[in-house]
């Protein structure tokens, strides 16, 4: 792509050319693309479904509805070519529905030539012009992209407020603007020497005129995200055998901030040493974290972030969106249907590092993340995380899914299938699934895999369904203990007994459909057949309390009932 951007009316021009390959067994008869800026108009469905829902996002409210002319964001396409023949196309909403001249054949390549013109939209959702901390221009979605084709078909979703899914490819992208702008982002300058900023491997020879040309070249990412301004300050910090971490921040932020970005630079060191061990290598030499967005966003190979909070605010949002790497950018699952085996992990790693780094107990971190799921299933709003990330009705419903009841999904998984299995799990699923787009079943055989435990149902009842887990102690009559399945979902069973004499013993009761054990010390008792309402178990030695899941890693939804 070249890019010609006028920071002053916030509008671009930008030729492309695209060399697809369909590597699907299917005759291809359309493509489409995502025009995303376009959902920053009045009357979109990003605009209209925002005015609509019972909770809205505040940082969208009815504000694009109130969006000027010169203030909306849009991608008009002026010419598209397959192979130099001229496409009929239809530009709808959020999407370019594009009739092909002739038919992709399977394995084929063709050459799509775009020309077409943009606005930067004020910053509203992710991407835009100056946003509330006055960073200049904050650029994701902001390129035709063309739409995912895989098994499923294609996936040309609207823009409505929810996330994305790409096709793997290598980019190679040359941006002019003022030259007073420092750049950062997605891909690896190529013209450093040109640009200096910071980028220079040696003497800075900068050609005349009133614009630099910024040239990018990254291989195999699916997306391409870059934020600019003329305050940003670049500095880098060197993973030991790792990526050369830069950060972009505006050197007008009061002196407080700009120390916290100081004090981020070894502490982003340490959380890609730590990703790097407990899921697998990153395997760029360059990872950004720039001022820019709304908040936190994870892009290829960068994030963009808010850069005024506190330490602990700005430290948290880098360990989140950082996480997001291996399984947002590197493992890519399609973040509209699945977005809990995306936000949920990375939320998941992103505690579990923070806790190793600054010290803090990861135990009862995740004790309140099992209590925020424990809160939708009471508010009768759950829907389950097979609902398309646009369709929840409460948008509170749709990110504790994502966030929190994915985090659980994790967290429990070590409760059923072992502490070092769930550790195996995550580092066989990275490593087999990298650059693939996995999907649930992915994640769910690999842990069959690697436990040799059967656990199809666990993926189907958590996450297809809203079926809950709750086990309870019905009754201790002397040296027998009667507990009770209450909910509809099968768990295997922790439990541990305190006995009169002052000593305790751990049990474990094998869920028979899992057709096996965990590795345990626990006294292993026999299967409960989950069609049983009750299971039955003597003690040798009289009983003083009884209690399940001493660890509290079940999710279990009514803890009245687990001890006695
Ligand atoms: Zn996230």
């Known amino acids: 792509m070249e890019i010609d951007m006028d920071v002053k009316n916030y509008q671009y021009h930008g030729k492309q050319r695209l060399i697809y390959t369909n590597n699907s067994p299917d005759v291809l008869n359309n493509v489409y693309y995502h025009l995303y800026f376009n959902a920053f108009q009045p009357g979109s469905e990003m605009d209209v479904r925002s005015l609509n829902a019972p909770d809205p996002d505040s940082r969208i409210g009815a504000r694009i509805n109130k969006l000027k002319p010169n203030e909306i964001g849009y991608i008009k396409v002026n010419s598209l070519k397959q192979n130099g023949v001229d496409l009929n196309y239809q530009t709808v909403g959020t999407i370019l529905e594009v009739d092909l001249a002739k038919p992709i054949q399977p394995g084929e390549s063709v050459t799509f030539d775009m020309r077409f013109e943009a606005q930067v939209p004020v910053q509203i959702r992710r991407s835009g012009r100056n946003n509330k901390e006055g960073v200049a221009l904050s650029m994701a979605q902001w390129y035709p992209k063309l739409a995912e084709y895989d098994f499923e078909g294609w996936h040309a979703d609207p823009y409505i407020e929810r996330e994305f899914h790409g096709v793997w490819g290598d980019f190679d992208v040359s941006l002019t603007l003022d030259k007073n702008y420092i750049v950062g982002g997605t891909g690896y300058l190529q013209n450093p020497n040109e640009i200096g900023y910071g980028y220079e491997t040696a003497k800075v020879n900068r050609p005349k005129g009133k614009t630099l040309t910024w040239r990018f070249v990254a291989a195999n990412v699916h997306d391409f995200t870059w934020a600019a301004d003329p305050n940003f300050i670049h500095e880098t910090a060197q993973v030991p055998d790792?990526?050369?971490?830069?950060?972009?921040?505006?050197?007008?932020?009061?002196?407080?901030?700009?120390?916290?970005?100081?004090?981020?630079?070894?502490?982003?060191?340490?959380?890609?040493?730590?990703?790097?061990?407990?899921?697998?290598?990153?395997?760029?030499?360059?990872?950004?974290?720039?001022?820019?967005?709304?908040?936190?966003?994870?892009?290829?190979?960068?994030?963009?972030?808010?850069?005024?909070?506190?330490?602990?605010?700005?430290?948290?949002?880098?360990?989140?969106?950082?996480?997001?790497?291996?399984?947002?950018?590197?493992?890519?699952?399609?973040?509209?249907?699945?977005?809990?085996?995306?936000?949920?992990?990375?939320?998941?790693?992103?505690?579990?590092?923070?806790?190793?780094?600054?010290?803090?107990?990861?135990?009862?971190?995740?004790?309140?993340?099992?209590?925020?799921?424990?809160?939708?299933?009471?508010?009768?709003?759950?829907?389950?995380?097979?609902?398309?990330?646009?369709?929840?009705?409460?948008?509170?419903?749709?990110?504790?899914?994502?966030?929190?009841?994915?985090?659980?999904?994790?967290?429990?998984?070590?409760?059923?299938?072992?502490?070092?299995?769930?550790?195996?799990?995550?580092?066989?699923?990275?490593?087999?699934?990298?650059?693939?787009?996995?999907?649930?079943?992915?994640?769910?055989?690999?842990?069959?895999?690697?436990?040799?435990?059967?656990?199809?149902?666990?993926?189907?009842?958590?996450?297809?369904?809203?079926?809950?887990?709750?086990?309870?102690?019905?009754?201790?009559?002397?040296?027998?203990v009667t507990l009770e399945r209450l909910g509809l979902m099968p768990m295997p069973i922790d439990i541990t007994v305190d006995y009169t004499d002052g000593t305790s013993e751990d049990f474990y009761i094998p869920l028979q459909m899992m057709r096996g054990e965990k590795p345990t010390n626990a006294t292993v008792l026999a299967d409960w057949a989950w069609a049983y309402p009750t299971y039955t178990f003597q003690t040798t030695k009289p009983i003083k309390s009884v209690e399940i899941d001493p660890s509290g890693l079940m999710a279990d939804v009514n803890m009245t009932n687990n001890k006695k």
Not at 275 to 284: D, E, L, M, Q
Not at 305 to 316: K, N, P, S, V
Not at 454 to 463: H, P, S
Request: net charge negative; aromatic share 18%.
């Open 242 to 480: 790792g990526p050369l971490i830069h950060f972009f921040y505006k050197s007008s932020m009061p002196k407080e901030n700009l120390e916290n970005w100081k004090r981020l630079q070894p502490k982003a060191v340490e959380l890609m040493q730590f990703y790097s061990n407990h899921i697998g290598k990153y395997p760029y030499d360059q990872y950004s974290v720039i001022q820019g967005g709304d908040g936190g966003m994870e892009y290829a190979m960068c994030t963009l972030i808010l850069g005024e909070g506190t330490f602990d605010g700005l430290f948290g949002v880098t360990a989140h969106e950082m996480a997001h790497t291996w399984f947002q950018f590197l493992l890519a699952t399609n973040e509209l249907k699945h977005y809990w085996m995306d936000e949920g992990f990375t939320e998941y790693f992103g505690e579990l590092a923070g806790s190793h780094i600054l010290n803090y107990s990861f135990r009862d971190k995740t004790k309140s993340v099992y209590d925020i799921y424990r809160y939708v299933v009471k508010t009768g709003r759950e829907q389950p995380q097979t609902t398309h990330a646009d369709r929840f009705n409460y948008r509170q419903a749709y990110s504790i899914s994502a966030y929190y009841k994915g985090y659980v999904f994790l967290a429990q998984l070590a409760y059923i299938i072992g502490q070092e299995h769930q550790e195996k799990t995550i580092k066989k699923y990275f490593k087999d699934f990298a650059f693939t787009h996995p999907v649930p079943n992915d994640i769910i055989r690999t842990a069959e895999k690697v436990s040799g435990l059967e656990l199809d149902w666990y993926l189907m009842d958590f996450t297809q369904t809203t079926n809950t887990i709750d086990y309870g102690i019905k009754d201790i009559a002397g040296q027998t």
